[in-house]
C-alpha cells in the first residue's frame, strides 16, 4: 500500500520512516543535532544505517554543537554532509558587517536557506524533526508532505513526529540513552546559531530565545511551497 499523506496521518513515527526510506530513490536527513532530529535520525538508522545527514554549517553554531556533532558522527558512524554558504563567516562579515544584527533574515538566507536548496536537489525524499507543539506557523504540518523547490522539482518532505510533544522526545532519548547536546542542561529549548540564541524569554514558548523573539523561523521549512 502506497504512503500517502493520509494514511501517515494515522500512522507511528518508526513505520512511517520505514515506509519512506524503502519508497525514495535517494533520501537524507536534515540534522541540527538537537534532541527532535537524533530521535528521527535513531529511527531512520534502523532501516538505513547510512541515511545522509546533512548538517547546515553556517560557521555560528555553538562550540558545543559542533563538538556533539563530532561525538555523534564518530560514534554512530553517520554519513555526514555539512551544506555550506558561499561565503565563510570571515568574508561575510568583511563585506557586509554583523548581517545577523542589522539584517537577519539576509543571513539565515545566505548562510542556511540557500545551502539547503542547493544540497537539497540531490535527494527525493527528506527526513525532518519538525513537530506541530514547536511553534504557531509549524500547527498544521503534515507527516507527509511534497513540496516544490525554486528548480521546480518536488520532494518529498516527512516529518515523522510531527504528533509529538516534547514529553514524548525526551521519554525516547531516555529510554534508548541516546547522549544528547549539554545545552539543553542549561536550559534551552531551542538551539541554532550562537549570536541569536538566548534561554527562552517565554517559559511556555521553547522558540522564544531564537532571534531574541522577533520571528519564528529562519526559512529553511518556510521557502518552499506546497505541492
Given at each position: 500500500m502506497k504512503l500517502t499523506a493520509e494514511r501517515a496521518e494515522t500512522m507511528e513515527a518508526e513505520?512511517?520512516?520505514?515506509?519512506?526510506?524503502?519508497?525514495?530513490?535517494?533520501?537524507?536527513?536534515?540534522?541540527?543535532?538537537?534532541?527532535e532530529d537524533m530521535v528521527v535520525l535513531h529511527l531512520a538508522r534502523k532501516s538505513m544505517p547510512d541515511i545522509p545527514v546533512l548538517f547546515l554549517d553556517t560557521g555560528y553554531h555553538f562550540p558545543e554543537v559542533y563538538a556533539y556533532r563530532d561525538r555523534m558522527v564518530q560514534e554512530w558512524g553517520l554519513n555526514l554532509?555539512?551544506?555550506?554558504?558561499?561565503?565563510?563567516?570571515?568574508?561575510?562579515?568583511?563585506?557586509?558587517?554583523?548581517?545577523y544584527e542589522t539584517d537577519p533574515d539576509r543571513c539565515c538566507r545566505m548562510r542556511k536557506v540557500n545551502p539547503l536548496l542547493r544540497g537539497l536537489e540531490a535527494y527525493d525524499a527528506w527526513l525532518t524533526?519538525?513537530?506541530?507543539?514547536?511553534?504557531?506557523?509549524?500547527?498544521?504540518?503534515?507527516?507527509?508532505?511534497?513540496?516544490?523547490?525554486?528548480?521546480?522539482?518536488?520532494?518529498?518532505k516527512v516529518n515523522p513526529i510531527a504528533d509529538w510533544d516534547w514529553k514524548g522526545v525526551w521519554a525516547y532519548i531516555t529510554v534508548h540513552e541516546i547522549p544528547y547536546l549539554s545545552?539543553?542542561?542549561?536550559?534551552?529549548?531551542?538551539?541554532?546559531?550562537?549570536?541569536?540564541?538566548?534561554?527562552p524569554i517565554d517559559p511556555s514558548d521553547p522558540r522564544s530565545g531564537r532571534w531574541g523573539g522577533k520571528k519564528l523561523e529562519c526559512g529553511i521549512h518556510t521557502f518552499d511551497q506546497e505541492a
Open positions: 513505520a512511517i520512516i520505514a515506509e519512506a526510506l524503502k519508497s525514495a530513490k535517494n533520501p537524507c536527513l536534515t540534522c541540527s543535532f538537537q534532541v554532509v555539512n551544506l555550506t554558504p558561499e561565503l565563510t563567516v570571515e568574508e561575510q562579515e568583511a563585506r557586509y558587517g554583523r548581517v524533526g519538525l513537530r506541530r507543539e514547536q511553534s504557531p506557523s509549524r500547527k498544521n504540518l503534515k507527516k507527509i508532505e511534497a513540496h516544490v523547490l525554486p528548480s521546480g522539482k518536488t520532494i518529498v545545552l539543553y542542561d542549561r536550559g534551552y529549548r531551542s538551539i541554532g546559531c550562537a549570536p541569536c540564541t538566548s534561554l
